[in-house]
């Protein structure tokens, strides 16, 4: 069984910081990349940033330059350091993981965290 436990959601005030936390645990090898996505109330799930296992990383649009994304390996954490907070960053956000080899490649969700952001 895999895990993905996330942490570090919460209310901040525009402008304020917060780094959220996701760490696979269990029957998981091979990490091809990691990543967060959101979901607004109303809104589809969108991706916010996602890392690979060699390093890339990739961020949407709405938050390149206030949030940045980051690993360690050896703990098989990623975590999301979220800057500059607008109140259109209120969302759950919920962190993905795919690993595996070959046709045994999964994806995994982790169960989301609460990020809301006061004007």
């Known amino acids: 069984q895999v895990q993905l436990v996330e942490s570090g959601g919460g209310l901040v005030q525009a402008g304020g910081s917060l780094r959220l936390s996701c760490a696979a645990s269990?029957?998981?090898?091979?990490?091809?990349?990691m990543g967060w996505y959101r979901q607004a109330p109303g809104k589809q799930r969108e991706l916010v940033a996602f890392?690979?296992?060699?390093?890339?990383?990739n961020y949407a649009v709405s938050v390149k330059g206030r949030f940045t994304i980051s690993k360690d390996s050896a703990k098989n954490t990623v975590y999301l350091q979220m800057n500059s907070l607008k109140a259109e960053d209120t969302a759950v956000y919920y962190c993905?993981?795919?690993?595996?080899?070959?046709?045994?490649?999964?994806?995994?969700w982790g169960q989301g965290t609460q990020v809301t952001v006061s004007s």
């Open positions: 269990g029957s998981i090898v091979n990490i091809h990349d």
């Open positions: 890392i690979t296992g060699g390093g890339s990383t």
């Open positions: 993905r993981v795919t690993a595996g080899y070959y046709f045994n490649t999964y994806t995994y």
